[in-house]
Antibody, heavy 121, light 108 residues
């Protein structure tokens, strides 16, 4: 059974970089069959897709965040990470790591981590 | 951007009622639409993909329909455990995935 677990600081200062890691068990991030990514949820903005990567194939980012976001993978640890630079209070949210099927009919998220709250203050 | 608009934003219904939630896309997304259920304090859970395909393990009282720009999620007979927020999501392009604003379903 696939499991995703987010980890990282729960508090980040304004203008600093938010860094989160998702540890994957029960599946491999190097599989070309899946996209791995991040979705966040804040009271004011609902669910917001941040970006997804298919390891060594492609990475896509939300255009509204593209200049500040990097998603990358570490196959040796079977983890992928999120870095969001120059954060403001508007980046305060619960951050979820997610998995989607790749391919022509993929793009929906069938696995989610439990989520981690990050507060910018 | 493809905007996703859900209606209503909140609905209140009784156990056993048939409930319908609508999601409209700002442009055609064919059938590339998913529905999620989020119970308070939990992560969203996939219910429906490709507009009408039921995710494994999801009760058959949930169903989805539609194509193009208009979609519906129907709960045929509302149960107390269905109290949640429901979201639609379009995935017509991997380069921009967007969610609807959510519909809160309350039990009378």
């Amino acid at each position: 059974q696939l499991q995703l677990q987010e980890s990282g600081p729960g508090l980040v200062e304004p203008s600093e970089t938010l860094s989160l890691t998702c540890t994957v068990s029960g599946g491999s991030i190097s599989s070309k069959s899946y996209y791995w990514g991040w979705v966040r949820q804040s009271p004011g903005r609902g669910l917001e897709w941040i970006g997804t990567m298919c390891y060594s194939e492609r990475t896509d980012y939300n255009p509204s965040l593209k200049t500040r976001v990097t998603i990358s993978g570490d196959t040796s640890k079977n983890q992928f990470s999120l870095k969001l630079t120059f954060v403001t209070a508007a980046d305060t949210a619960v951050y979820y790591c997610v998995r989607a099927d790749s391919g022509d009919s993929g793009g929906f998220f069938n696995y989610w981590g439990q989520g981690t709250l990050v507060t910018v203050s | 951007d493809i905007q996703m608009t859900q209606s209503p934003s909140t609905l209140s219904a009784s156990v056993g009622d048939r409930v319908t939630i609508t999601c409209r896309a700002s442009q055609s997304i064919s059938s590339w639409l998913a529905w999620y259920q989020q119970i308070p304090g939990q992560a969203p859970k996939l219910l429906i993909y490709q507009a009408s395909s039921l995710e494994s393990g999801v009760p058959p009282r949930f169903s989805g329909s539609g194509s193009g720009t208009e979609f519906t999620l129907t709960i045929s007979s509302l149960r107390p455990q269905d109290a949640a927020v429901y979201y639609c999501q379009q995935y017509s392009s991997y380069s921009l995935l967007t969610f609807g604003g959510g519909t809160k379903v309350e039990i009378k």
